[in-house]
């Protein structure tokens, strides 16, 4: 959800600048700066992001910069201002107090100083809009690039664990032959092979291997897989379902490692892990 934008227009000696920002966040959260000139077209504005933009924290700043023939002046008001330093210089007298700073605190006195009210007109407003718009574009095509390397990149970290889901399948089936060799080579040792009841053993063997069976776990990790893939084909902002299905191969994943009883497969299974965490880092910047 990162982005950025700008664009500016000279108009009649008048420079029209925005500039868009964005980071990383769940919603919306849209902070915009304009000129007061232009303060009711705010909602306007808003609107056109809320739209545009979907999720993010979006910094909007619009500037308006006046050459000197189109300045409006400040006009200081004489005897106020005069009436104001008097009356600090009277109480400066009595306290005893620095007198080096009794004009500047005067000059900010309520109504010491006015200031001219820009004019507006309708076409300062349409060449302020159209920048707006060219910076939005621009802010949402530097986005579509960005998103461009985030979905190669988790393209290629589901490729890395599917990658490791396939060499967990090579070692899977290896893997019940040697726990029954381990059972029967430990109870041979401490037991002693004609103390085994056979038929018992075998009750025993099929109750904890179908504990550690993790056919269920591979079907569902290798759909979660495909479907985040699918997923992320869509031209739709699918960045929150994407977050859930991510969550699903989680718990794929840590349940494989809990079951998996082999150390090459638990090695793998950390491998999936550390990709998973890359993908959710990402998808922070998905929208």
């Not at 056919?215 to 902002?237: G, M, N, P, W």
Request: charged share 30%.
């Amino acid at each position: 959800m990162t982005g950025y934008g700008l664009a500016s227009t000279d108009h009649n000696n008048i420079k029209f600048a925005v500039e868009l920002k964005s980071l990383n966040s769940k919603f919306l959260e849209l902070n915009l700066k304009l000129p007061r000139a232009f303060s009711d077209k705010e909602l306007f504005l808003r609107n056109v992001c809320s739209k545009e933009i979907e999720r993010g924290k979006v910094s909007v700043s619009i500037n308006v910069e006046r050459g000197e023939e189109n300045l409006k002046g400040a006009t200081i008001n004489a005897a106020l201002l005069s009436k104001y330093y008097k009356q600090l210089e009277e109480i400066n007298l009595d306290l005893g107090a620095n007198s080096s700073n009794l004009l500047q605190a005067a000059l900010n006195f309520p109504e010491v100083i006015s200031y001219s009210d820009e004019e507006v007109n309708e076409e300062d407003w349409e060449i302020l809009n159209a920048t707006f718009a060219k910076a939005l574009k621009n802010f949402n095509e530097f986005r579509l690039s960005e998103g461009a390397v985030l979905k190669t990149d988790l393209e290629l970290r589901i490729k890395n664990i599917l990658q490791f889901f396939t060499e967990v399948e090579v070692l899977e089936p290896l893997r019940i032959p040697q726990i029954r060799t381990r059972l029967n080579q430990f109870l041979e040792e401490n037991i002693g092979k004609v103390n085994v009841d056979q038929n018992r053993l075998e009750q025993e063997l099929i109750y904890y291997i179908d504990k550690l069976d993790i056919t269920e776990e591979k079907i569902r990790l290798k759909s979660h897989c495909d479907y985040f893939t699918e997923t992320l084909k869509s031209k739709d902002a699918n960045g929150k379902k994407l977050g859930f299905i991510s969550q699903e191969i989680g718990r794929e994943i840590n349940t494989m490692g809990a079951k998996a009883n082999d150390a090459q497969i638990q090695q793998l299974v950390v491998g999936m892990k550390e990709e998973l965490e890359k993908i959710k880092e990402q998808l922070l910047n998905v929208l």
